[in-house]
């Protein structure tokens, strides 16, 4: 296997030459080479294609408030929309952005394709997730070499990079219900650093909500320190009134 050269953002030379990708700004479209791409700040841009509505149409598309970015992020499916919220509820997550561009590459017959992802989410670190969100039962060939594709360019920027399909139920049960909460106007600080001293140690969720006040007025901050990760509770089994929340992370 012939060695590569590194150019500027990690890329390879030869793979430089064989991706392009556009995105579209405040200032219209924009196409660049690969070595290029990694200083864009995709998580601002505009999706590269609409999100289609029309009678009879099978997915079902729509827009979800996003804590993260505190605004209104696209998606084209339910499961679209599930991804969609786990990633604003990952705490490493502090970007998001939909069909944040297109990926242009030639075939080995040499015809040009395209492929616009999912999601693009930038961390915390700098570094970046491009997310294509599939059932593995939908996955055509097709569409398993735009996924290639995009991993190849991914991977070549140092972005991760993932084809995800349905999330656990039981944790895209609760984050569902957390995020229920998750606006800044269910943050009272006081009732939020009662909270944390009540939880110090492991209590029953319900217990520790009742040691602060009346539980229909405390229950939405606390619901809101779990979406916030400020306490803790085991996500893979359903939120009940007996499970054990605290301040320090659940070790699985």
């Excluded at 110090?200 to 405390?218: F, K, M, R, S, Y």
């Excluded at 320190?225 to 929340?245: F, I, K, S, Y």
Aim: glycine letters at 8%; hydrophobic letters at 40%; one cysteine or more.
């Amino acid at each position: 296997m012939p060695t590569l050269d590194l150019v500027p953002g990690g890329a390879r030379s030869s793979l430089a030459e064989r991706f392009e990708l556009a995105y579209a700004d405040e200032r219209g479209e924009q196409r660049v080479r690969l070595t290029e791409a990694w200083s864009v700040p995709f998580e601002h841009c505009i999706p590269v294609r609409g999100f289609p509505s029309y009678k009879g149409q099978r997915h079902h598309t729509g827009r979800w408030w996003t804590a993260t970015t505190g605004s209104l992020v696209g998606y084209e499916s339910w499961l679209e929309r599930d991804r969609l919220v786990l990633l604003d509820f990952d705490p490493e997550v502090v970007g998001i952005a939909s069909q944040p561009f297109w990926l242009f590459w030639a075939t080995a017959e040499g015809k040009t394709r395209s492929h616009a992802p999912d999601y693009f989410a930038r961390l915390a670190d700098g570094s970046a997730l491009v997310l294509d969100v599939r059932s593995a039962d939908r996955i055509k060939p097709r569409d398993q070499v735009a996924f290639d594709a995009t991993r190849a360019a991914c991977d070549a920027l140092g972005w991760h990079y993932d084809v995800a399909g349905a999330p656990p139920r039981s944790l895209l049960a609760n984050v569902r219900w957390l995020a229920g909460y998750r606006h800044p106007r269910h943050h009272l600080p006081d009732v939020a650093a009662a909270l944390r001293a009540a939880f110090a140690a492991p209590t029953g969720l319900l217990d520790g909500a009742e040691q602060v006040g009346d539980p229909i007025a405390v229950l939405p901050v606390l619901f809101h320190l779990l979406w916030r990760r400020e306490l803790h509770t085991d996500l893979d089994r359903p939120l009940h009134p007996d499970g054990l929340v605290m301040t320090e992370a659940v070790r699985s």
